[in-house]
Structure formats: C-alpha cells, structure tokens
C-alpha cells in the first residue's frame, strides 16, 4: 500500500511525520517512510493553491499512489464545527477567482469563461467521486469546501460568500488538489481540521494546535488501518 500525504506546509503534518519508521528526507519538501507494511510520502508543496498544484502534479506524473490524502487545518464558517473539528471535504469550489463588480463578486462562472458542468466540474463545484477508500472517511462530517488566495477576515466579504457559495471551511490548497486528481484519474481524499472560525480577523481565537494534534491523531488511525 503506497499513500501520498500532501500538505502545504511540514508544520501540519509534523506529528504523523515522526511516527513513521525509517523516515528520510528526500529532498525538496519530500520525505518518506513507514506505518507497517504501508509505504507513506510526504509532499510538503507550499501554501497555495499554484505552489500546490505545481508541486502535486510533477509528483503524480513521476510516479503513482494508491491513495493522495490531502491534509491540513482550515477555517469553518459554521458554529456547528469548532477549532479542533476534523472534517472530510467532499467537494471544492473557488471562492475569489474572477472579477469585482462594483460591489459585488463575479466568479468564472458568472463571467461565462467557465460554463456550469465543464468537465471536471459539477455545476460550479468539483466534486470528490470516491474510490476504494472512501469508506474510511464516511465517519467524518461530509463538508462542502471553498479555496481561496486570500482568507476571508471582513464581515461583509464573509457574509457575501456564504450567500454565494454556503460554504462550509475554507482552505488556500484544496481545490488545486481536487482538480489534480480528478483530472488524472487519482483515487483522493481531503482531511481537515478545523483551526478557527471564518470571522473577522481574531488570532487569539485561533487553536492551532489542537486542530493538528486531532488531525495528526485521525491520520495515524486511517494509515494504520487502511490495507491493500
């Protein structure tokens, strides 16, 4: 069983990191070891959805995996899932790639440069398909996720994408993830924990470290009980 752990920076990843065996470094933000029998690489891309997409698809045209398993912590725009939340993202969508209209948002769509239900996307949203995994991850909340460049941190901005999108978590990686393996037929899952509320801007109010101690717990479970 080989499993590619992608994450846009080491620090999320850092606790599943240092519980494998014989781990090694290999060089531009790629490391390697083992949980077991199961082969598990790191690939540490950056933060971004460029850096990620970049990274991710010169890795997945060198070699292959049986399962891509993006990770990282999030911000959620509902109440119902707080700091230390580890969701499951079912699907991905921009959330600021486009134009503004005076003082509203057009999105790709709405400009017409994209029509709804393009290949890879489902309306305005790409969709994870599932695969032989995905009964593994049916016991995390299913959550719709929004990848921006810049996160949200202004009331009227926030209020605006909810209405827009009805979002659930927002990242700066998915949607570069989801459109890699989509498009080339990678079996994929997405892994998130819950860091802050999508709020205006409150850092005091952000649990970091809980939301990666809670993550890092539910990836070392799904590693060790997934077979092939």
Same mark, same amino acid.
């Given at each position: 069983? /080989?499993?590619?752990?992608?994450? !846009? ?9 240092? #519980?494998?065996?014989?781990? /090694? ?9 083992? !949980? ?9 891309? %950056?933060?971004?959805?460029? !850096? #990620? ?6 890795? =997945?045209?060198?070699?292959?995996? +049986? ?9 959620? @725009?509902?109440?119902?899932? /707080? ?12 959330? +600021?790639?486009?134009?503004? +209209? &005076? ?11 994209? $029509? ?5 996307? #489902?309306? *305005?949203? =790409? ?7 995905? *009964? ?9 996720? =929004? *990848?921006? $460049?810049?996160? &949200? %941190? $202004? ?8 209405? /827009? ?31 802050? @509320? ?9 649990? *970091? ?5 809670? =993550?890092?717990?539910?990836? $070392? ?8």
């Amino acid at each position: 069983m /080989k499993i590619l752990l992608v994450s !846009a920076t080491y620090k999320e990843i850092e606790e599943v990191a240092g #519980t494998l065996e014989n781990s /090694k470094s290999l060089g531009e933000g790629f490391y390697r070891g083992f !949980a077991g029998m199961n082969l598990v690489d790191i690939l540490i891309t %950056g933060v971004g959805a460029m !850096a #990620t997409a970049e990274s991710l698809n010169r890795r =997945l045209m060198s070699s292959s995996w +049986d399962l891509v398993l993006n990770v990282g912590i999030c911000g959620s @725009f509902s109440r119902e899932f /707080k700091p230390g939340t580890v969701v499951s993202i079912a699907s991905e969508t921009w959330g +600021d790639l486009g134009a503004e +209209d &005076h003082d509203r948002f057009l999105d790709l769509f709405d400009l017409g440069m994209l $029509n709804r239900g393009e290949e890879p996307y #489902t309306g *305005t949203e =790409l969709i994870n398909p599932g695969g032989a995994f995905s *009964t593994f991850f049916s016991r995390f909340p299913q959550v719709r996720g =929004l *990848t921006v $460049n810049k996160a &949200h %941190g $202004n009331r009227e901005s926030i209020d605006q994408c909810i209405k /827009k999108y009805k979002p659930d978590v927002e990242s700066m990686e998915g949607i570069a993830v989801f459109s890699s393996c989509i498009s080339l037929g990678v079996n994929f899952q997405s892994l998130r924990s819950i860091s802050n @509320f999508v709020e205006p801007r409150n850092r005091s109010a952000w649990d *970091t470290a809980t939301a990666i101690r809670n =993550l890092s717990a539910e990836i $070392n479970k799904i590693i060790c009980v997934i077979r092939k």
